[in-house]
């Protein structure tokens, strides 16, 4: 073997890429070619170098999260999507089943099926509304829809989810609203309201709940943020921010009386 | 298949790779958040083609897509400084025989060789990063780098080459 070509090889060598005939023909030449064993030599050691020095870069903990929730939104958005096609993909003895299965839930009452659909405690959700919270911030995601029109902004949810969110805009009031979001929190897709108070920022999750009556405010302070929780109208609303504890209830208390449905609280 | 159960296939096969996959991001895109947006928008793709996935190393398959994601991104934040790689120019530049400077590299330490890394070209980054961390053998690099197995060992052999010498610039200059 060539000078020239040995050292074309050398890569592939010391990568032990080659095949048998040419390792054996490279190590004959190599055994009496000093300029190409010094070749050899500086290869494998950048090659050390390089391996020694563990460069790479693992992915960090909050990425791994984020991948995981919006897969899960966008697999929810595509079941969504799909709910008119996949009813008459089922057979005819599925169909039986899910009939059957029906009736059964029928016979054995409604609190069966709402234990069953039971939602996650509002201290889980706490934490979810939290992390959405946090993640939008972070991620340069707050907004997928960027209007500070409460007219552009309904017709976009109604778009795209299963229900109509209240949306208004509180501009006057000082919280004007900026963008709209789906999110994803107890298990389905729900609406995120942007609200801005001067230079911080309110997310407010709005989704429906079965049932149960109106309730009022209830607040909570994690890790620097306030969260408030409320339920009028058939919606379960969830409002965090870092601004203070007052503000924020001030802030739920002009939405709530924006609702018109919904005249007095408490 | 349920799109849950969809998911799931998906997070047990693909996601074992995200570390693979974020290192070849950062390395591409030589920042940390800019190669996080790239990661998720690569395994947001991956997902919506996952059916296309025909089996073998899902590692490989996730790489092709992050690389491809990290290109457009490449294309459109590029940074006016740098200009476009140019195989014939680069390769005249170090196929210049042996390296006359023998000097020893191991004084180099991690910043050092760091640095020298995120210099080079990205072609030659991207077949050092996939051979010495992820350990990629020559076929897997060229299906993920869509290059043929000879330009695979040549642009190691390039990239070993360009990162010597410019280790052995800067270790001059050290001392």
Not at chain 1, 44 to 54: F, G, H, N, Q
Not at chain 1, 205 to 219: H, K, L, N, R, Y
Not at chain 2, 1 to 13: C, G, I, N, P, Y
């Amino acid at each position: 073997m060539s000078c020239d070509l040995t050292q074309r090889f050398v890569p592939g060598y010391v990568d032990g890429e080659l095949d048998l005939v040419r390792t054996i023909e490279m190590e004959r030449h190599l055994a009496d070619c000093p300029a190409c064993a010094e070749k050899l030599e500086s290869e494998r050691e950048v090659r050390a170098l390089l391996r020694r020095s563990s460069l790479a870069y693992a992915a960090p903990a909050v990425l791994r999260d984020r991948i995981r929730s919006s897969l899960r939104a966008s697999s929810v958005a595509i079941e969504v999507q799909g709910v008119g096609i996949k009813w008459p993909s089922l057979r005819a003895w599925q169909w039986a089943g899910a009939v059957a299965v029906l009736t059964l839930f029928s016979l054995s009452g409604w609190q069966l099926t709402a234990r069953l659909r039971a939602p996650a405690s509002d201290r889980q959700i706490a934490a979810e509304v939290l992390s959405s919270h946090v993640r939008s911030l972070e991620a340069d995601h707050l907004m997928d829809v960027v209007s500070t029109d409460q007219h552009t902004v309904k017709p976009w949810f109604d778009a795209k989810l299963d229900f109509s969110p209240p949306v208004e805009d509180l501009a006057s009031d000082g919280f004007p609203l900026v963008g709209g979001r789906l999110d994803y929190l107890d298990g389905r897709e729900v609406a995120a309201l942007i609200y801005q108070r001067r230079n911080h920022f309110i997310n407010v999750f709005v989704w429906p709940t079965p049932t149960g009556p109106d309730s009022t405010q209830s607040i909570e302070s994690r890790q620097g943020y306030n969260i408030v929780r409320w339920s009028s109208d058939g919606f379960q609303c969830w409002a965090v921010s870092d601004i203070a504890a007052s503000d924020l209830a001030g802030f739920v208390r002009l939405l709530e009386n924006y609702n018109p449905s919904e005249p007095n609280q408490k | 298949m349920s799109d849950t159960a969809r998911r799931e296939r998906f997070e047990q096969t693909v996601l074992p790779h995200l570390d693979a996959a974020y290192n070849l991001a950062r390395w591409l895109t030589r920042n940390d958040q800019d190669a996080q947006d790239v990661t998720q928008e690569a395994c947001l793709r991956a997902f919506r083609f996952f059916d296309r996935y025909q089996g073998g190393s899902a590692r490989a398959w996730l790489l092709t897509i992050v690389r491809n994601t990290c290109y457009t991104w490449l294309h459109k934040n590029r940074h006016p400084d740098s200009t476009e790689f140019d195989e014939e120019i680069h390769s005249s530049e170090v196929s210049s025989g042996t390296d006359p400077e023998v000097q020893a590299l191991t004084a180099a330490d991690k910043e050092t060789v760091n640095h020298a890394l995120e210099d080079l070209p990205d072609v030659f980054r991207e077949a050092l990063v996939l051979r010495e961390m992820e350990g990629m053998s020559y076929r897997e690099i060229a299906d993920v780098t869509s290059v043929s197995l000879g330009t695979v060992m040549s642009r190691l052999a390039r990239a070993r080459t360009r990162l010597r010498q410019s280790l052995t610039v800067e270790l001059s200059r050290g001392f």
